[in-house]
């Protein structure tokens, strides 16, 4: 099991575009990866969940990746977050 922590950065938060793009990207591995923030989790593959978490800016989020490819994948998701969010 993977984990790590990043701030959101973006000044509207987690909102639909980058939303659909974080998904694609997790999409994009075999690894269970949930997003938690505020008491609140989801799975980071769908984006209903990852919108009703309801994501502002200066808002810490953790994710978790569980899996065969989860080394990849927890890169992977933590570079787009740093690179778009």
Do not use: W
């Amino acid at each position: 099991m993977k984990q790590f922590s990043y701030t959101i950065t973006d000044p509207e938060g987690i909102h639909a575009r980058p939303a659909g793009l974080l998904v694609k990207e997790a999409a994009k591995f075999q690894s269970k990866i949930t997003i938690e923030c505020n008491g609140k989790s989801g799975d980071l593959k769908r984006i209903f969940a990852v919108m009703a978490l309801g994501v502002k800016a200066g808002m810490q989020v953790n994710v978790t990746v569980e899996g065969d490819d989860e080394v990849e994948a927890a890169t992977a998701v933590e570079e787009f977050l740093k690179a778009n969010l």
